[in-house]
């Protein structure tokens, strides 16, 4: 069985007090509603679901959507978020088991062995050519054939170095359906992308340069949750920007205002849009 099968179950997790009020309300009913649920969350990406998987779960489990969504909503043992929702208990659990399944993959990964072309040795080779080739290999592993591992970086340096590869942070623009936003705004898409990373807890999830490509191309794909949020901010932004630079559709030299070449008095209030023209006579802008 493969391992992305597998999470961490607290033997005494009946006996929380959320657990304790599903189970005096519901019964072994919602317990096994809530084990249900945990089962599909860990197969989902970053142990997180959409709500619209509580129909197909409800038709495998014999009972109704509405049961499983009051079991998500109405007993704090899920966090719902927009149309997603994830068990903040299952992800701080899983976060230690993760990491140590990374790291003990690393410790497994084979030795490499600089083998000569001597290596390959005739079927009638000599028992001196065969003692003198067993020593070379002794010899390799004495010297430390296995090429020395990286140290693990922090997760902001893998962020950092990431937004640094051109070829793939582009990619990922083109992927991302953001246009033009995204050309303008990448720095920030990256900072966006730091703070989800805390707010999720996926710091130490993050192991390699692949890990953190990995998630930034589903945070930043076209039609997530996550994509839509930076869209948000990023034009919530850029509107408060605009709302305290007063003179976004004026030309300012020098201290001299300007529209199209026209010179703006400087009692003049903020030209209020681009097609605004000023009026001397009446000392205001018109259409």
């Known amino acids: 069985m493969k391992n992305d099968n597998f999470f961490k179950h607290d033997a005494s997790a009946c006996n929380g007090e959320k657990m304790m009020n599903l189970i005096d309300k519901e019964g072994l009913r919602g317990y096994g509603a809530y084990w249900v649920l945990l089962e599909a969350l860990r197969k989902g990406a970053d142990l997180c679901c959409p709500l619209s998987i509580l129909q197909s779960l409800a038709v495998r489990s014999r009972v109704r959507a509405s049961y499983l969504l009051h079991i998500v909503q109405d007993f704090g043992l899920f966090v719902v978020e927009k149309d997603h ?23 497994k990964r084979p030795k490499v062995l600089e083998m000569s072309e001597s290596s390959a040795v005739p079927a009638r080779i000599t028992e001196k050519n065969r003692t003198e080739k067993n020593i070379t290999v002794v010899d390799s592993n004495i010297g430390g054939g296995q090429i020395p591992l990286k140290p693990i970086m922090g997760w902001e340096a893998l962020v950092n170095e990431m937004a640094l590869c051109e070829d793939y942070m582009n990619q990922a623009g083109v992927h991302s359906g953001l246009g033009g936003l995204y050309l303008r705004c990448r ?9 989800h990373i805390q707010l999720q807890g996926k ?25 839509r949020k930076v869209r948000e901010a990023l034009q919530r932004e850029k509107l408060e920007e605009e709302r305290f630079d007063f003179h976004r559709f004026e ?9 199209l070449g026209h010179l ?3 009692d003049a209030p ?18």
């Open 264 to 266: 703006i008095p400087n």
């Open 270 to 287: 903020p030209r209020p849009d681009p097609s605004s023209v000023w009026d001397n006579l009446l000392k205001q802008w018109h259409h």
């Open 251 to 259: 030309t300012v030299v020098d201290g001299q205002r300007s529209y």
């Open 187 to 195: 720095k920030r898409i990256v900072g966006l992308f730091k703070t």
């Open 85 to 107: 929702f994830y068990s903040p208990g299952m992800k701080r659990r899983m976060s230690t088991y993760l990491l140590s399944s990374k790291l003990e993959s690393v410790k």
């Open 203 to 227: 710091q130490e999830n993050l192991l390699t340069l692949g890990d953190v490509k990995s998630y930034f191309t589903n945070f930043i794909a076209a039609g997530t949750v996550t994509n």
